[in-house]
């Protein structure tokens, strides 16, 4: 029975270990471009904010709209990156394009057509955020809820 719950102690923090990093997953940019998860965001000192979203997802897109209205503050206080990924399938991967260009957001914006970054990292649901630095993963946020973008900011300075 030792053995057994040393084994399952081994096993679970080796897979939290694991999760330290964002995965290495090829996504497509809004162009076509291949895009690595992993190691196209590895700028010394940058927050990368890794926003996962969909189009049918009201909470998700009024985070993004949320957050585009402070952007450019943000940037001239952090070194930060917005990355948004949308989770939208193959029937509403479609819609992405022409609702980023209607919004102009001017974040990175990929697509994870497969939902393969989002089962890497273990994401149930949308809106949800991971924030990667220096390779790591240092915050991740779950949900969204008016004005919780002034709370956000405050956490990403002291990162």
Known sequence: ???????????????????HQIPSVLLKNLKGESI????????????????????????CVQELDAIS?????????????????????????????????????EYTVLLDINQELKRSLSIANVPYIVVVKNKEIVYIQNGHSPGGELEFFEKLKSL
């Open 1 to 19: 029975m030792k053995k057994l719950v040393l084994i399952w102690i081994f096993t679970l923090s080796s897979s939290l270990f694991a999760q």
């Open 36 to 59: 690595n998860s992993n190691l196209d965001f590895q700028k010394k000192d940058v927050l990368y904010v890794f926003s996962f979203w969909a189009t049918w997802c009201a909470p």
């Open 69 to 105: 209205e402070v952007y450019g503050d943000w940037k001239s206080k952090i070194n930060i990156e917005i990355i948004a990924v949308s989770v939208d399938d193959a029937r509403t991967e479609k819609r992405v394009k022409p609702l980023v260009n209607g919004k102009g957001w």
